[in-house]
């Protein structure tokens, strides 16, 4: 039972992260847009593909849950995978600001 509620806490903790630091990228995407810094149409590519190894990288990790015996590590193993990509983004959109 207290490893339950321990992973429901760490999910928690991993969607609260992800929300707020998501909307920290899209806003400094659309700041970016605003000021005209930057290449921005490769940009908007750069977010696309990233989107999609996201994914794949989700459902290998979902897969590799599923192959442990472990399904109930699924969510929080793959909210990681997303905070992970998305803290990245945040940190290269930040210092490409500073520029």
């Known amino acids: 039972m207290g ?3 321990d992973l ?3 999910w928690s ?3 609260l992260g992800l929300g707020l ?3 920290q990228v899209i806003a400094l995407r659309w700041l ?3 000021v005209g810094g930057g290449d921005q149409l490769g940009e908007s590519t750069r977010m696309v593909a ?3 190894e996201a994914a794949f990288e989700a459902s290998l990790v979902v897969a590799a849950c599923l192959a442990e015996g472990r399904p109930d590590l699924a969510p929080v193993r793959t909210l990681a995978v997303y905070r992970r990509r998305v803290k990245a983004n945040r940190r290269r959109l930040s210092r ?4």
Not at 96 to 99: D, H, L, Q, W
């Open 3 to 5: 490893d339950e509620k």
């Open 8 to 10: 429901w806490l760490r």
């Open 13 to 15: 903790e991993h969607a």
């Open 21 to 23: 630091e998501a909307q």
């Open 32 to 34: 970016g847009a605003l």
């Open 50 to 52: 990233e989107k999609a």
């Open 96 to 99: 490409e600001m500073r520029r």
